[in-house]
């Protein structure tokens, strides 16, 4: 009796063996696919919480958080980050400009910037259009005329228009209404006034408004 139990221990740990390793090729694919199954679920759910934090369209118009260029997303046109020229080559040119002063992280400055994308559809080859971040103004004892710190009143939305002179036409701060800034650039160019044509048309021909789109 003591020698079959011994004969047959071998055995039966061998089967013991045979049956762990039948079970652990059953199972293990199972669990392999279910590991990569769930690292899976993990990676796209970490990549779609990054684009919807980032996505445009959950960008707030009306709230002061920071979501980027705010003339790529609430303008349209993120042509105007960074500005093409500075103030200092407009002035050597002697061309207009319009000093657009903000901040990225305001409500109003967001709104805005659809104002000043529609500005620049009209005026955009006969001036130059010039935003300026106010975070990013050297903090100076005193600026020279051609530099925007100059003209920057602590206040944001601001719009400064400088003719090609150097001489500040329109100075408005806060969200001013388009119309407003058309009148000036009107002025400006010798345009008719709006209560005349509505449509950009030529009092008398010059070189700046000869640019303009009629």
């Not at 392999?32 to 769930?38: D, G, I, P």
């Not at 679920?41 to 979501?67: E, K, M, N």
């Not at 500005?83 to 109003?108: H, Q, T």
Request: aromatic share 12%; net charge negative.
């Amino acid at each position: 009796m003591i020698f079959w139990r011994s004969l047959c221990r071998p055995f039966g740990t061998l089967c013991q063996a045979r049956a762990m390793l039948v079970l652990d090729r059953a199972i293990a694919p199972h669990f392999s696919k279910r590991l990569v199954a769930v690292c899976l679920v993990t990676l796209l759910s970490l990549f779609a919480c990054l684009v919807l934090q980032t996505s445009p369209a959950l960008a707030g118009i009306d709230d002061d958080r920071f979501d980027g260029n705010i003339f790529a997303l609430y303008g349209g046109n993120g042509s105007l980050i960074p500005p093409r020229i500075s103030l200092a080559e407009s002035m050597n040119y002697k061309k207009p400009a319009l000093l657009v002063f903000y901040i990225d992280d305001s409500s109003n400055c967001k709104q805005f910037a659809v104002v000043v994308n529609r500005l620049q559809a009209f005026y955009g080859r006969a001036a130059s259009f010039i935003p300026i971040d106010v975070d990013a103004i050297p903090l100076k004892s005193s600026y020279s005329a051609n530099e925007p710190g100059y003209y920057y009143q602590g206040v944001v939305p601001e719009t400064i228009l400088i003719d090609e002179s150097g001489k500040v036409v329109y100075d408005g701060k806060g969200q001013v209404a388009f119309e407003e800034v058309d009148d000036a650039f009107r002025e400006l160019f010798n345009l008719l006034p709006r209560s005349e044509s509505v449509e950009l048309k030529l009092r008398s021909f010059n070189e700046f408004n000869s640019e303009l789109e009629e």
